[in-house]
T-cell receptor, first 113, second 115 residues
Framework: SQQGEEDPQALSIQEGENATMNCSYK?????LQWYRQNSGRGLVHLIL?????REKHSGRLRVTLDTSKKSSSLLITASRAADTASYFC?????????????FGKGTTLSVSS | GAVVSQHPSRVICKSGTSVKIECRSL??????MFWYRQFPKQSLMLMAT?????????EQGVEKDKFLINHASLTLSTLTVTSAHPEDSSFYIC???????????FGSGTQLSVL
């Protein structure tokens, strides 16, 4: 089952504009992670924000977390064509096998030059 | 950063045959490996979790006799799709986690097409 729900499902912007993607989740979390996937490739970890953090920056990325609303946002500033990819949020689920990451539905970002 | 190698990247097979996909952690010991499946334009669906030296734990609805997972060492896990059918056609992605780390490292995926 999926834990997170991203919106929008698809986003098209021009180079230089900012892109904001949102993620909502259902259960309590220790942290939330964002990943990026280029078409037909594996995922790359972008950033992790812990439940006691409200905001985190990494280069042109800014992630916020609101645990009261069970939501997170990923902001990419000054976007570039190379940012074109799908972006997923992920939260941890623990069971008898250990912990696993459950991914949201993702936002497909298209940045045109 | 840590590297996970997944092979093959693409495989086409006839219905009824079996296909093995390998996932290797090249520069770290992967205490846990995960196998995901992804349909076009959709998210990753967790298929199973495997810890080194123990049997894989499958997600609800995933047939363990159809999708055989072996995690014999700390650097290698394999997924074998047995008696493949066209509905098994999908993008399969492995990921690995090193002990004590939260983030996952992903292989580049395998596109399976069953004719």
């Amino acid at each position: 089952s999926q834990q997170g729900e991203e919106d929008p499902q698809a986003l098209s912007i021009q180079e230089g504009e900012n892109a904001t993607m949102n993620c909502s989740y259902k259960t309590s979390i220790n942290n939330l992670q964002w990943y990026r996937q280029n078409s037909g490739r594996g995922l790359v970890h972008l950033i992790l924000i812990r439940s006691n953090e409200r905001e985190k920056h990494s280069g042109r990325l800014r992630v916020t977390l609101d645990t009261s609303k069970k939501s997170s946002s990923l902001l990419i500033t000054a976007s570039r064509a190379a940012d074109t990819a799908s972006y997923f949020c992920a939260t941890r689920r623990s069971n008898q096998a250990g912990t696993a990451l459950i991914f949201g539905k993702g936002t497909t970002l298209s940045v045109s030059s | 950063g840590a590297v996970v190698s997944q092979h093959p990247s693409r495989v086409i097979c006839k219905s009824g045959t079996s296909v093995k996909i390998e996932c290797r952690s090249l520069d770290f010991q992967a205490t846990t490996m995960f196998w995901y499946r992804q349909f076009p334009k959709q998210s990753l669906m967790l298929m199973a979790t495997s810890n080194e030296g123990s049997k894989a734990t499958y997600e609800q609805g995933v047939e363990k006799d159809k999708f055989l997972i072996n995690h014999a060492s700390l650097t290698l896990s394999t997924l074998t799709v047995t008696s493949a059918h066209p509905e098994d056609s999908s993008f399969y992605i492995c990921s690995a986690r090193s002990r004590g780390l939260e983030k996952l490292f992903f292989g580049s995926g395998t596109q399976l097409s069953v004719l």
